[in-house]
C-alpha cells in the first residue's frame, strides 16, 4: 500500500466524465464568480512556522480572498505527499492534522489545522469526478489521510482561521502524467462554485542534491534550467506541453528523481485555462535545489 493509500473508501460509481453540466447537480456549493487556481511551491515544512519570504506571500496571498478575489466556499488542494492507488477525496467530518515528516522541531509537531471537512461536498464532487482511464471510480477516504504539511504548511498562513472547509484530493502515481493534466481539467468548473483549487508541491525537487546554506539566489544549473523551462510554458500559455516534462531527459530526472512534487502542479494547471492572466511569485530556490515558484491563475 502507497503512502496514504484508504483501506476503507467509498466508491463513487458514474458513467460521464465531470463537466460544468455535471457540476451543475452540486447542491452543496452555490455558483460563485470564477475563483483562481494556485500552485504552491511549498518547500520545507519549516516554512509554515519560519517568519521568512515564504511564509509572509502565503499571509499576502490569503488575505487577498475577500477583497481582490471571492471568499471560497471551499479549498480543494493537491498536496504531492498523498500517494494512492486510484484518486480518493478525503470524506472525513474532521480530518486529522498529518504530521509526516521526521527531525524537526517539537514547535512543528505541535502546529495544528482544524478546517473542517466537507463530507457532502465530497460525495458530490465524487459523484462526477472520474480517474481519466475511466476504469476506476473516485473514492471517498473516510479514515486513512486527512491534512499532510503540503496542505496545512501553505493554508495555515493563508487562511489561519481554519474556518473554510477543506478537502484534499490524492494523486494516483502509478497513472501517467497526462492524466494527471486531465483530471485537473475536470476541475475546472469547480471554480465557478466557490471552490479555491491548489496545488502543492515543488517545480524543481531534488532532496538528494540539497545544501542547506544555500541563498534563495543560488540553485544549480539544472535546477535553474528546469525552472526557467516550465516558467516559460506557463507564462505563454502553453500548459498542455506541462504534462510532457520527462521529454527533457537527463533535465527532468535531475529535477524530480521522484515526480511526486511536479504533478501537483499539472492538477492546478489543468484546472486553469492558458488565455488567463498569470502571476509568478517566490520566484526562487530553497536549499539549491528546491524551486519555490509559485504561480496564481485568473
Known sequence: MMAGAASAVLPLMTTQPASAAAFERLKSLKKSPRLPVLFVG??????????????????????????????????LCISAHWITRGWYLTGMDKPPTIHDFGGFPQELFDQQYPAPGAPVAAA????????????????LDMHEWGFDHGTWSVLKPMFPKADIPVIQLSMDYHRPPAEHYALG???????ERGV?????????????????????NQAYDWAIEFDRLVAGQLQSGNLDALDGF??????????????????PLLHAAGAADGREPVRFFNGNFQAASISMRSVVWG
Open 42 to 75: 511549498h518547500g520545507s515544512p519549516m516554512n509554515a512556522i519560519g517568519d521568512n519570504e515564504y511564509r509572509r506571500s502565503w499571509q499576502a496571498l490569503g488575505a487577498e480572498f475577500g477583497a481582490k478575489y471571492p471568499r471560497p466556499q471551499l479549498i
Open 124 to 139: 458530490e464532487i465524487g459523484r462526477d469526478l472520474r480517474s481519466p482511464d475511466a476504469n476506476q471510480p473516485v473514492g
Open 246 to 263: 520527462q521529454k527533457s531527459g537527463e533535465l527532468a530526472r535531475l529535477a524530480h528523481p521522484t515526480h511526486d512534487h511536479y504533478l
Open 196 to 216: 479555491l483549487i491548489v496545488g502543492s508541491g515543488n517545480i524543481v525537487h531534488n532532496l538528494r542534491a540539497t545544501q542547506r546554506q544555500a541563498a534563495s
Open 185 to 191: 481539467r475536470q476541475l475546472r468548473a469547480l471554480r
